[in-house]
């Protein structure tokens, strides 16, 4: 196994200070008033526990955990949790914002929320990650719930950690509630079609977009940072649309062939190997020079602030679709933008999870399931139709995707926000 080569995020940009820049800069745009733009900034509740698990060798650890709901203005708060060893407040508070505006662009009704657990899931047993799930699952239990703030998995978590957290949930209730989180397992009230969605949003992006500017999907050379649920799934269904992915990378390092890689393949070596470096026929690459390599698409699927003022001016790809959530600073964007790059959005681009949570969720609160085709279908209508508004409002206020993206999105929830008023 090669050493990892740990994928870093950018320390000098807050991400949730950036998002509230770009709050300001929209709100004045729409010409919102104060006191809107003021409570866009900032997340409505924000829970942060410290609980103990119990290890194998019988000690006990301290775990940090978080649970932000940034808006619940437009129904129910939505968001993901993630399991990662450097995660923190301010970062939550960002993925709990761009939720609210995620769910907004795609106009489906919830607002937005995040979670997480300050943990390397990697190196705790399956019975480790088991305990932390549950009782950091009881902790926030105070604020989830089916009506009110449903998680869903992120990084560093999946189906299985789902289960857990709806089955501590339920018992607590003492009857199973499904719809207390999305992405579980089929077995228990999973929606067929959820496990690819994201990634199956970002192929629709990428192909709305080809048209736009004119590329076509078979033969478009295609280059994936990150190489977990999002950015393989995002890889399998390009290749599947024609398109030839030339280089791939996760959290060990990246690899290269420029005739094209087998996406399945690789898929499997690393389920076997726990890394996607070591793949033949392809050439070991640093991750930073994989950023750099002449392509047609570029999907970002990492960690936040990747592409950053430092390596953006190297990126040589036509158009970029966003798989992760704020993978490029604002520096960066305008970097881009003076290159030419055409950019699907993160809060666009990587959609489709929390459209197929919604739809997991609507199918479980009615105990009536859908089948596979039904999902997609209903995937495509939602996704054509958010990228077609956001192009409109694009090319209407000659501004980038991202500038229209946030402009749908902050205009829709602060609308809802005055429309409803203040309590009391």
């Given at each position: ?9 950018n ?45 194998d ?8 955990g978080y ?66 799930t ?48 999305t ?86 070596h ?43 001016a ?111």
């Open positions: 196994m090669p050493k990892p080569q740990a994928i870093v995020k320390s000098e940009s807050n991400p949730f200070h950036e998002v509230q820049r770009r709050i300001e800069d929209v709100g004045r745009r729409l010409k919102l008033p104060d006191g809107i733009i003021a409570r866009l900034r900032e997340c409505e509740r924000e829970l942060t526990v410290h609980f103990p698990v119990q290890m060798d019988g000690s006990l650890k301290i775990f940090t649970r932000i709901q940034h808006s619940d203005t437009r129904g129910p708060a939505k968001g993901g949790i993630r399991f990662h060893p450097e995660v923190n407040l301010d970062e939550v508070r960002a993925l709990a914002t761009w939720m609210t505006f995620k769910t907004a662009v795609v106009n489906i009704p919830y607002g937005g929320a995040k979670g997480a657990v300050a943990c390397n899931p990697k190196t705790l047993s399956h019975r480790e990650l088991e305990r932390l549950r009782r950091y699952a009881s902790e926030i239990s105070l604020i989830i719930g089916p009506e009110s703030d449903i998680p869903a998995p992120d990084v560093g978590t999946n189906p299985q950690i789902m289960a857990w957290i709806m089955d501590t949930y339920s018992m607590t209730k003492g009857y199973s509630v499904l719809g207390v989180v992405g579980k397992p089929l077995e228990i009230g999973g929606s067929r079609g959820r496990l690819e969605a994201t990634g199956r949003g970002c192929m629709i992006c990428a192909r709305l977009a080809g048209k736009h500017i004119g590329l076509d999907l078979n033969g478009a050379s295609v280059v994936v940072q990150g190489f977990g649920n999002v950015g393989a799934i995002s890889a399998k269904l390009l290749a599947r649309e024609g398109g030839k992915v030339i280089a791939v990378s996760d959290s060990t390092g990246a690899i290269h062939n420029a005739k094209g890689l087998d996406v399945e393949a690789v898929m499997r690393k389920a076997e190997s726990g890394s996607v470096v070591g793949y033949r026929p392809a050439e070991a690459i640093g991750s930073t020079e994989l950023l750099g390599l002449k392509c047609d698409i570029l999907v970002p699927a990492a960690l936040e602030q990747q592409i950053h003022e430092g390596n953006a190297s990126i040589k790809a036509r158009m970029i679709v966003e798989g992760a959530n704020g993978p490029a600073t604002a520096e960066a964007t305008r970097i881009l933008r003076d290159k030419g790059v055409f950019i699907v959005p993160d809060i666009l681009a990587n959609a489709g999870g929390v459209v197929v949570s919604y739809f997991e969720w609507v199918q479980g609160l009615q105990s009536f399931f859908w089948t596979e085709e039904e999902v997609n279908q209903r995937l495509q209508h939602v996704m054509d139709d958010a990228f077609h508004e956001v192009l409109e409002i694009s090319q209407r206020e000659k501004v980038d995707m991202r500038e229209a993206a946030y402009m749908l999105a902050i205009g829709r929830v602060a609308k809802a926000m005055m429309i409803r008023g203040i309590y009391p």
